[in-house]
């Protein structure tokens, strides 16, 4: 980041890129192909000896405005964005690991990653999942062709936290590179950076987009970690610079080859959506706080997961590490009331599949998100059967306190 603070940084953003007319917002760029008078020109760009663009796939005018936007909040040394967060993280193992590799993985991780580790599984990777709030545990687990860790900040839905920083001090002696995703903590809350993270990946649909508009994620390279260590980068990308071979390679034979590419439109949209990102998240985390205390504090509750009660196993870290406690609340109802039913009492919280939202939404877990993993993978995830997600929006708190309590009196 500059030195100006962090939302005054995102709003300027696009203007100091220069676009024309005196624009303030980058232009949006939709041309598939890019032309030029010379094709020495093309040729240099496809063969990496100059800056351009060739082909949608890979990148646009608006797509770099919004990578170089991204980059600035998290200090890195670049940035690649893609369709989804899912798409940025399937991209980023595919393109980084070979058969025969081993790589150790959080067991608290949003429901599609383990779907991606199952397929990294049949296609030779080794994978080791282990409990990430202890990095004594990760320890146990490196092995000789052990080539990375990955982890997100605070798990979905029972909101563990990772020891990011003794994870990280692992890494860095075993040379192994350390992938965080920080979608549960977004830059603002969080410096994924300053716990040695080699690559942070997030999805940008939550709390930079914001608004439940449009899905994208975002590979970030921090320059912590030196890729001419690294085994898997391909002979064709050690002409690049150290810091640049890692993404180079995932833009080639990711974005490239696999296809999971962000629309000018869509990354125009986030944009947008970024610039009020801090402004979102404090009242989004403010309400989230006062939610938790009051569902802790209810007869009808059997048990709130929220980083911010100090009866969080991990509190104290997240006081450490973050700069709020998060927008995501999970909890219990006591037995006999029907997580469903609760649910249906609510007049302004909506049942939806999404977080970092400005509207507050909710979800049975155990029948929904984390339905295909089975009862007994989702005790070990330390799912109840009548666990409720909440992502808490911005509405005013009132409403939200008056709204919850009218349904548990209803239940």
């Known amino acids: 980041m500059s030195k ?16 024309d007319s005196g624009a303030v917002h980058y232009p949006v760029v939709n041309s598939v192909l890019f032309g030029y008078e010379n094709p020495q020109d093309l040729v240099d760009i496809f063969q990496g000896k100059q800056a351009g663009h060739a082909y949608a796939r890979q990148s ?16 890195g040394v670049g940035c690649l964005v893609f369709a989804s967060g899912m798409s940025a993280i399937t991209t980023t193992f595919f393109t980084l690991l070979n058969a025969g590799d081993h790589i150790i993985a959080s067991q608290f991780l949003f429901g599609n990653t383990p779907s991606v580790l199952g397929t990294l599984k049949r296609f030779g990777v080794e994978v080791t999942q282990v409990d990430v709030t202890n990095a004594q545990l990760v320890q146990s687990a490196i092995q000789p062709n052990t080539k990375m860790v990955f982890t997100e900040t605070i798990a979905n839905p029972v909101t563990q936290i990772a020891d990011l920083d003794g994870i990280g001090q692992l890494c860095q002696q075993h040379n192994l590179v350390y992938i965080v995703d920080n979608t ?3 830059s603002y809350l969080f410096k994924a950076k300053e716990v040695g993270a ?10 930079v987009g914001g608004h439940g508009t449009v899905t994208a994620g975002a590979v970030i390279d921090t320059g912590n970690y030196d890729w001419t260590n690294f085994d898997n980068i ?7 610079p150290a810091h640049a071979q890692a993404l180079t390679q995932i833009k080639k034979k990711g974005l490239r080859d696999l296809g999971g590419c962000l629309s000018s439109d869509s990354a125009h949209l986030i944009a947008l959506g970024a610039e009020t990102m801090s402004l979102r998240l404090e009242r989004a985390c ?11 504090d209810h007869d009808k509750i059997a048990k709130v997961y929220y980083p911010g009660l100090e009866s969080h196993p991990q509190h104290l870290d997240a006081k450490k590490y973050f700069k709020t406690f998060g927008a995501i609340i999970s909890f219990d109802p006591i037995a006999g009331i029907d997580p469903v039913k609760l649910l249906t009492e609510l007049n302004l919280v909506i049942s939806a599949t999404h977080l970092g939202d400005n509207r507050t939404l909710a ?3 155990a029948q929904t998100i984390f339905y295909e993993m089975g009862l007994e993978n989702r005790q070990k995830a330390g799912i109840s059967e009548n666990m409720i997600r909440m992502s808490v929006g911005i509405e005013d708190i009132g409403d939200l306190l008056s709204d919850f309590e009218q349904a548990l009196m209803s239940c």
């Open 363 to 365: 979800l049975p877990v």
């Open 4 to 19: 100006t603070q962090f939302t005054t940084n995102i709003v300027h953003a696009d203007r100091k890129l220069n676009p």
């Open 286 to 296: 403010d309400n989230a706080m006062q939610l938790a205390q009051y569902l802790n």
């Open 60 to 75: 646009t005018p608006t797509t770099d405005a919004l990578q170089s936007m991204v980059n600035d909040m998290e200090n």
């Open 234 to 240: 391909l002979d064709s990308f050690r002409q690049q």
């Open 184 to 186: 549960m903590t977004p």
């Open 198 to 207: 080699s690559l942070i990946t997030t999805s940008l649909t939550k709390y």
